[in-house]
Every structure is written in structure tokens, then in C-alpha cells.
């Protein structure tokens, strides 16, 4: 079965961490670009980060910039996203998605909060 499986998320006080995974099956996993997007309520969805294929190049959106971490284990079929330093605005549910943008997980909730 083609799919991409997001965990991970959960509820952390400003300032803490989390790493998010996201478990793919079903395709050749190291031939695609792999990309973490966020949604908070009543936002639309936005791009949280990018790996290419063999990790050789990564980007982020400017608000995660040197907070967050993207990473992928091609033996593992799995891409993680590293947070860091979060702040409420973070609070969102976390989707993983193949870069061609065809599949998407069904997403992992994150909620900042004291």
C-alpha cells in the first residue's frame, strides 16, 4: 500500500522539542523529495521544509529557520523533522508529503502550549 504514515507530534511547553517522523511504504522512497508542510486552524496549509532525494540539498520556510531540522534515512523509508525552540505559533498539525505533491500523510498534531 502507497502511503506516508506521520508521528510524533504532541504537546510541548514554548522553548521545547519534538522530532516528527513520517514512515513511507509503497514506492521507491529514496527517488523522491520528501517535504513537511503545516496547518493551524483556520490558516491555510503552508510549507514547512524540503529534502531532495540523497539529502544533499534541504530548505525552509524563513518562520522555522534555524529551529528546525529536516533529515531523511533512505534504509528506513523515513524523513524527520527536527523542532526546535518552538513557539506557540508553531502549533499546528504536521503533514508529510512526497515532493511531487500525489501523496500526503494524514498528519500529526503539535500543540506549544504552557
Known amino acids: 500500500q502507497v502511503q506516508l504514515v506521520e508521528s510524533g507530534g504532541d504537546l510541548v511547553q514554548p522553548g521545547g522539542s519534538l522530532r516528527l517522523s513520517c514512515a513511507a511504504s509503497?514506492?521507491?522512497?529514496?527517488?523522491?523529495?520528501m517535504s513537511w508542510y503545516r496547518q493551524a486552524p483556520g490558516k491555510e496549509r503552508e510549507f514547512v521544509a524540503y529534502i531532495s532525494t540523497a539529502a544533499g540539498m534541504t530548505s525552509y520556510a524563513d518562520s522555522v529557520k534555524g529551529r528546525f531540522t529536516i533529515s531523511r534515512d533512505n534504509g528506513k523509508n523515513t524523513v524527520y523533522l527536527q523542532m526546535n525552540l518552538l513557539k506557540r505559533e508553531d502549533s499546528a498539525v504536521y503533514y508529510c508529503s512526497r515532493a511531487d505533491s500525489t501523496l500526503w500523510g494524514q498528519g500529526t498534531q503539535v500543540t506549544v502550549s504552557s
Open positions: 509503497g514506492f521507491t522512497f529514496s527517488s523522491y523529495g
